[in-house]
């Protein structure tokens, strides 16, 4: 069993390369302590090893517009507004956007705090009868 953070990171890294590999173009389902099986198509799963590659290795994990649309749940132009209106910070590598998977992490906790706020303000202002 691995001890250190980078050794589960590792071992973590190698199970993801293996039930890539296993998947091919159909996806797998995911399995993490007793949790339930999550079903991840096959470009989600890299990007899932790709970051936890990146932990393993003690780097920051870098994802392009694409993956980290993905991750958000926006479009990528949408995103790359958010990049350009530096809202999201990036590094850009020739044509590429890169974004730090950190960055992303921080700025979808920023914007579900930000959700809640307004969905705690819509039901005050419904209870108080000024919807």
Known sequence: MPNT???RF???DAQLEVALRA????GTAVTVGGGEPVDLPPD???TLRKVVHGLASGTEPML???EAADFLGVSRPYLT???KAG???YRKTGNRHLVPA???REFKTRRDRQFDQLDRLAAAEEDLGLR
Do not use: D, M
């Open 87 to 89: 809202r999201i910070p």
């Open 44 to 46: 989600t799963l890299k």
């Open 64 to 66: 392009t517009t694409t």
């Open 81 to 83: 507004r958010l990049l």
């Open 10 to 12: 590792a071992a973590l």
């Open 5 to 7: 953070r980078s050794e």
């Open 102 to 104: 950190t960055a992303l």
């Open 23 to 26: 998947a091919g173009s159909q």
